[in-house]
């Protein structure tokens, strides 16, 4: 099981880590809520109603990970051509940010805060690694997590297709983006043995 998710009786799926790989995971969900952002509650003193009347933003964030994570939501490759259909989908992607990008990112924090927590409680239940159990709800977080470190990660590498990803696995040692590569990768595995987990 090290390294690899197994599906558990009754649903849900279990994996074995140790310190180091929970430590990288852990390390990695707090960097991504952190480039996240706080909510809109958060930003205005914890005030709930604040954060459900609150607009999301209209403009693509600057930042190429949070452009992988929330990318627009109307873009035609072969409308780019055309001045005036690019113009519409750029209005039509500001309008659906605006009503949308708020629950995003407040599902996305969710997910990574579920990881958080389940790491914590698994590195309190001992030393030296141990066997990560989770129920089918929180596997669904973790695979949401997982798939957002990956798109964070591979924002960072400049990787936008699988072909990238092939190429970077051959980078040499001394490369400065060699670990995070690794990540890259074995995170998809552990993404991929989660998935199958989690089909009937």
Known sequence: MPGTFEPLPGGGAAVALDDVEIS????????LME???????EESGGDPLAELFADGPSEPPSDPVLRRLFPDA??????AGRPEEA?????????????TE?????????NALAVIR???????AGEGGAVLELTPQESQRWLGALNDLRLAIGARLEITDEDDSDLLFHLPDEDPRKPMVMAYLWLGGLQETLVSTLMP
């Open 24 to 31: 990288i995971i852990r390390s990695l969900a707090v960097q």
């Open 35 to 41: 480039i996240i952002g706080p909510g809109p509650a």
């Open 74 to 79: 109307y873009v035609d490759p072969e409308g």
């Open 87 to 99: 113009e519409e989908q750029r209005a039509y992607s500001a309008e659906f940010r605006r009503y």
């Open 102 to 110: 708020n629950d995003l990112r407040a599902g996305k924090r969710d």
């Open 118 to 124: 389940s790491l914590d409680a698994l590195r309190a």
